[in-house]
């Protein structure tokens, strides 16, 4: 999927969110996708410095089958990617600008969403066939530099800040107003060992803080 298909598909998303679950076991891999497909989630992260990603990725991809897609996240390699791909996975997701990584994500066909911080870098994912640019930390990425980027980088190109995202539709309409697409959300909707109901109670304080904030 090219940069171009990809928004086109990503502005129709009603809850244009991807869930990062950093830590998720395959114990609570099923019941967490449930949950999030449920509150609306339709893109499901699971970073490789979680405990046995690959298998929580091919349990999730099964629950989620054409009702979303589920990948990696902290993907650094060529070889993470092959083996994201073979469990299943359709999302690439990286903290880094790595061409090589992008290049390869895109020649299998997966969804590739490489982190970026500065111009030069967003620019070099978007010629190795980045799908999406993740503006990563957002903490250091505010809505002002967001617009700034917005200003040179194509609207056909998806922008999703990641870090420090809160259920709050002030903030996530500062960053939309400025030119973001949508958002990654890590720590404030999972942390690794709390209960699905808290994963449940979150899910829906975002779901209910993105549509405060499109209205």
């Given amino acids: ?43 499901l992260e699971v970073p490789l410095n979680s405990p046995k990603p690959l298998e929580s990725i091919s349990l999730m991809r099964k629950v989620v089958a054409e009702r979303g897609y589920v990948g990696a996240g902290t993907v650094l390699t060529v070889e993470q990617v092959d083996a994201v791909a073979e469990c299943g996975g359709q999302l690439i997701i990286s903290p880094n600008c790595c061409p090589e990584v992008i290049r390869y994500t895109r020649k299998l066909g997966l969804i590739s969403m490489p982190g970026i911080m500065t111009p030069s870098e967003a620019f070099s994912a978007m010629a190795a066939g980045a799908s999406a640019l993740k503006l990563f930390p957002a903490e250091h990425i505010s809505p002002v530099i ?48 709390m209960s699905m109901d808290l994963l449940h109670m979150r899910a829906q304080a975002y779901q209910h803080a993105w549509r405060e904030c499109a209205e």
């Fill in 1 to 43: 999927m090219n940069s171009e298909n990809f928004i086109a598909q990503w502005q129709k998303e009603p809850l244009p969110l991807v869930a990062i679950l950093r830590g998720i076991t395959p114990q609570d891999a099923l019941e967490a996708a449930e949950i999030l497909l449920d509150c609306g989630f339709r893109y």
């Fill in 146 to 193: 967001t617009k700034a980027f917005r200003a040179v980088i194509p609207a056909e190109v998806a922008l999703l800040p990641v870090g420090g995202i809160q259920p709050d539709a002030a903030q996530m309409r500062s960053y939309i107003q400025a030119g973001a697409n949508g958002f990654g959300l890590g720590g404030g909707l999972y942390q690794a060992g």
